[in-house]
């Protein structure tokens, strides 16, 4: 078998960057989605995991928020709360689906809600900047120790964006362990099983942490 390389614990922040580019209405909303740099909708459904910014824990993504919040619509609020953009192959196919649920409702209603002057929705970008912690795992059990310290930046880092970044579109911790063969062909099937869109990064921090630990046997 080929030599597996360590695994490379890295850490992340994502820094927002304005794009000056907002909508007032349902209608706007939707037409601004249809052409938005892809990185602004990857934003506004992944960013509040590091940045939260709304109390309620229903609302995951900020469109179903704004909604919600500022054109008082709760029944499209929710629609858009239980998209899970897990389930899109890339953000093309999430930008769709953001496009026929507005569209949808913008079908059933006869007047487009519109926001306070003040409660635009402002699409916002993100900016990775990655940190190599230095630290190095040679063996898949190790993880069983290290995830329960690693930071919320690193499960970020190596659960949510390594699907846009591995070649099979999936986590880091699976795309390592595919390195040695089928041995750990079970344990990529219990970690492929963990959503981590309807949880916070704590709790999928927990999650993988008791998986790791009951599938080594480590106490």
């Known amino acids: 078998m080929q030599k597996v390389e360590p695994f490379a614990v890295k850490d992340c922040t994502l820094i927002a960057i304005a794009t000056g580019i907002h909508a007032q209405n349902l209608r706007e909303l939707k037409d601004k989605i249809l052409t938005i740099h ?13 940045n939260p910014r709304f109390e309620e824990p229903e609302f995951n993504n900020d469109f179903a928020a704004w ?28 930008r769709h689906e953001l496009i026929d649920v507005i569209e949808e409702r913008l079908y059933e209603i006869e007047i487009v809600p519109w926001a306070k002057t ?5 699409f916002i970008r993100s900016q990775i900047v990655v940190f190599d912690t230095h630290k190095r795992i040679v063996d898949p059990k190790e993880l069983a120790n290290v995830l329960p ?3 919320l930046g690193s499960i ?23 390195g040695f063969g089928d041995t750990y062909s079970d344990l990529c099937h219990l970690i492929s099983a963990i959503d981590p869109y309807f949880v916070t990064l704590t709790e999928l921090r927990q ?3 008791h998986l790791f630990k009951q599938y080594f046997g480590v106490v």
Not at 38 to 50: A, D, K, N, Q, V
Request: proline share 4%.
């Open 118 to 122: 003040d409660e635009q929705f402002h």
């Open 207 to 209: 999650a993988l942490s």
């Open 156 to 178: 970020f880092y190596h659960f949510i964006d390594a699907r846009r970044r591995t070649e099979e579109k999936i986590d880091d911790f699976r795309a390592w362990l595919k």
């Open 149 to 151: 310290s690693m930071s």
């Open 38 to 50: 892809p990185g602004s909708i990857y934003y506004h459904f992944w960013g509040g995991l590091l």
């Open 67 to 94: 909604v919600y919040h500022s054109l008082h619509d709760p029944i499209l609020a929710e629609r858009l709360a239980v998209i899970d953009p897990t389930r899109f192959s890339d953000i093309e196919e999430l």
